[in-house]
């Protein structure tokens, strides 16, 4: 994964989620592409998609489970995990995490 992004333009108002416990920022890049960065704190959360997302995890330490999974896989700095378009996942996320979503 990339360290750093050129050319980006950044959205500066934050995505906020459960009640602030998941906040992110949408970078666009130059050919109209969107990722959003974004810190996840410790608990357990649902979030559903639109768009098929691809999630990396930068820093920290959580478990996921698709929608149409029963079992959770772990996750932690170096990993990623793709979610289809329009369905959800849970996370539990042990230790405050650091990622990088990529949508389509």
């Given at each position: ?13 934050a ?48 478990r ?5 999974e ?35």
């Open positions: 994964m990339t360290e750093r992004f050129e050319g980006v333009s950044i959205v500066k108002k995505n906020v989620y459960h009640g602030g416990q998941c906040t992110s920022r949408t970078v666009i890049f130059p050919d109209g592409e969107m990722k959003t960065l974004g810190i996840i704190h410790p608990g357990t959360y649902r979030f559903s998609t639109e768009a098929p997302e691809h999630m990396q995890v930068i820093a920290g330490h959580a996921y489970k698709l929608a149409d029963t079992e959770w896989h772990e996750v932690q700095a170096g990993d990623s995990f793709a979610v289809p378009g329009n369905s959800h996942f849970d996370i539990e996320v042990l230790d405050l995490l650091d990622y990088a979503c990529s949508y389509g």
